[in-house]
């Protein structure tokens, strides 16, 4: 499937307002929109959007009031909107502040244009003397660090101050795999760049796909380094966690990655123990993607909703300790050394004092709503909307997508300018960056930091239409659209679906082929496959099944329930083991047994399905390695 998507570059004004078109001049400069393929990811939310965008011409872009223009010159941005400003008196400022003409010269020079300006030329062939990015660093010359902090800004113009992007950035780490990035960029190189999450990821709140914080911070990265060749790719996808990409990590980015943001804080596990099967899932995520050929940097950013934090006593949001997720989730940061951005960290002051943009108290979006803990929080006054950060209960308005971004963008930038300018370590006097005798792996990695949670590599991963034909016989189950009339497949949400007790959908898996037999002595055929089966959790409607091989494979019975609670409806992955065979039939039949929580239906809705052929998870760190890499290689 091939879907094309309008990518739209418009700096940040609030929604409703009179917004500023950014189009190329009218010389004959054009945008250059690469339509890419667009993975088959499931979701039953999801809208991907795989995009390339090139931004040409050695005069920038043109702002556009109504029937007046004004160029953008290298170094131009937009001012905010004061704080202390009501909403109602104006909209944002877009007055153009230029820098001295000496640093705009300066600056028109070195960024790596297209059209290959002189100072661009010796940045690309200094680069090219070294044989890897890390070993180059452009040396700073006079005025360049000044007019690179003025370049790095954000486009739309900043919505963070320095201090609350730097409160934000919860944990730097040494940013090694980060100033690579930065280094290729400053080289003038083309990036290919990766978010993964949920719905935030999706870009639900934002009001068109343009204000997502994916193409916001893919947008600054383009206005900062316009490359041709730059690849973008937003795999969000809504209602899921991370343990689809978990088991789908190799299908989802690609091998020569440079960059991979992660966004899980809200539909991961919200608390639970490290070897819960959500955390290893999120550990293995981690494993599989620095593991790359082409060791990417990650960035971990956390998303926060204010009506989400609950507890002790606090019914209403707002509690900054909840949920302790992300917490957990920064532990995997801080043990493999990559960076993590807090929303909770930069804005919670903001949120507490009702500062305007940033007041939580009301939704932007519909005629109000409840919080999880079924309080109802009322719709934003017309003439006051961007007075409020939430477009509803959970998801950030187009500012607050643009707030996300600036986080991303904050932590990029900090490489940029390390790469710069380096400078000695204070504690270490300016030591290499490992001390001799640290252990790693031939993967460049530590040890698992839960123990004995390998990575497990994918074979099958069935998602979207791909699934449809997964599913070779079935009685009473339709695979259906939830919402026909949506624009797009994944937003149509289509699932084998069944309503009734007895109904049943055969599934029909090679659990054989491709699996490297490793020095199996046991007569058994081999170590087992993990199939996990992805399926619709909701608060209402829904039912139980049993889940049973009947043919070829065998394996233990297992229940799926569809019910709980929470009131959301989102996937979730039920996961068990197989033996290998050719042709592994597994029945899933719906039951008459009630779920955890008794609802008025039967409903069972089956999305994916992914395989895992390498199963062997050991104690010891150097066999699991020996025998990922037997399997691998």
């Not at 960029?185 to 993964?196: E, Q, R, S």
């Not at 909840?322 to 920064?330: F, N, T, V």
Request: proline share 7%; hydrophobic share 40%.
């Amino acid at each position: 499937m091939v879907e094309q998507v309008v990518v739209e570059s418009k700096p940040l004004l609030p929604e409703g307002k009179p917004h500023a078109a950014l189009s190329p001049a009218k010389d004959g400069r054009q945008v250059s929109v690469v339509w890419l393929p667009l993975a088959a990811l499931f979701g039953a939310l999801c809208t991907l959007a795989v995009v390339s965008v090139a931004l040409s011409g050695p005069n920038g872009w043109w702002l556009e009031f109504g029937d007046h223009r004004h160029s953008i010159l290298p170094g131009a941005r937009l001012m905010p909107r004061p704080r202390d400003q009501s909403t109602a008196e104006a909209t944002w400022s877009a007055a153009l502040v230029q820098p001295p003409a000496a640093q705009q010269k300066e600056q028109s020079t070195a960024w790596g244009r297209a059209e290959q300006p002189q100072a661009g030329k010796a940045l690309r062939a200094e680069a090219a003397k070294h044989p890897s990015d890390e070993e180059w660093r452009p040396q700073p010359q006079a005025g360049t660090l000044e007019a690179w902090s003025e370049r790095l800004r954000v486009p739309w113009g900043p919505l963070l101050t320095s201090s609350e992007a730097a409160r934000g950035m919860a944990y730097y780490g040494s940013g090694e795999r980060l100033r690579r990035v930065a280094a290729k960029l400053l080289a003038g190189k083309p990036i290919k760049a990766f978010t993964l999450g949920a719905s935030v990821t999706r870009g639900i709140g934002a009001s068109k796909p343009a204000f997502s914080y994916p193409q916001r911070f893919f947008q600054y990265i383009n206005a900062s380094f316009p490359h041709s060749g730059h690849e973008f790719y937003n795999r969000g996808i809504g209602g899921t966690s991370s343990g689809v990409y978990a088991v789908c990590a190799e299908h989802m980015v690609h091998e020569d990655a440079d960059l991979v943001v992660l966004e899980f804080t809200i539909n991961d596990n919200r608390d639970a123990n490290y070897t819960d099967s959500g955390r290893r899932g999120y550990e293995q995520l981690i494993r599989k993607l620095m593991a790359l050929p082409s060791r990417p940097a990650i960035l971990q950013l956390h998303h926060w909703a204010w009506w989400h934090a609950v507890g002790d006593g606090i019914t209403d949001g707002g509690l900054f300790y909840y949920p302790p997720g992300e917490a957990q989730l920064g532990v995997f940061a801080q043990y493999y050394d990559f960076t993590s951005l807090s929303t909770r960290a930069a804005m919670w002051r903001l949120m507490q004092a009702r500062t305007p943009l940033f007041n939580p108290d009301r939704q932007r979006y519909g005629e109000g709503g409840y919080s999880p803990t079924n309080v109802f929080i009322p719709a934003g006054e017309p003439d006051k909307l961007h007075d409020y950060w939430y477009r509803d209960r959970t998801h950030p308005g187009d500012e607050g997508h643009g707030t996300l971004a600036e986080l991303l963008a904050s932590a990029l930038s900090r490489a940029v300018l390390e790469v710069l300018s380096p400078s000695p370590s204070p504690q270490l006097g300016g030591q290499g960056s490992e001390r001799a005798g640290v252990a790693l792996g031939p993967d460049g990695l530590p040890p698992p930091m839960v123990p004995g949670n390998m990575a497990v590599p994918t074979s099958l991963c069935a998602i979207e239409e791909a699934f449809k034909d997964v599913v070779v016989a079935a009685d009473g189950f339709q695979y259906r659209a939830e919402k026909p009339d949506a624009p797009s497949f994944v937003e149509q949400k289509w699932a084998w679906t069944g309503t009734e007790p007895g109904a049943w959908a055969e599934l029909e898996l090679d659990s054989a082929t491709g699996f490297q037999d490793l020095n199996d002595t046991s007569g058994t055929g081999g170590p087992p496959a993990e199939v996990s089966l992805s399926f619709l959790r909701s608060y209402e409607h829904m039912g139980t099944a049993d889940v049973a091989c009947v043919s070829g494979c065998k394996c233990v019975a297992v229940v799926l329930d569809g019910t709980w609670e929470k009131r959301a409806s989102l996937q979730s992955i039920l996961q068990f083991w197989v033996t290998r065979h050719p042709r592994c039939r597994v029945r899933v039949t719906i039951s008459e047994r009630p779920g955890a929580v008794a609802q008025d239906g039967h409903k069972v809705s089956l999305s994916a399905v992914m395989l895992s052929h390498w199963a062997i998870r050991l104690n010891k760190y150097d066999e699991q390695v020996e025998k990922m890499n037997q399997v691998l290689h």
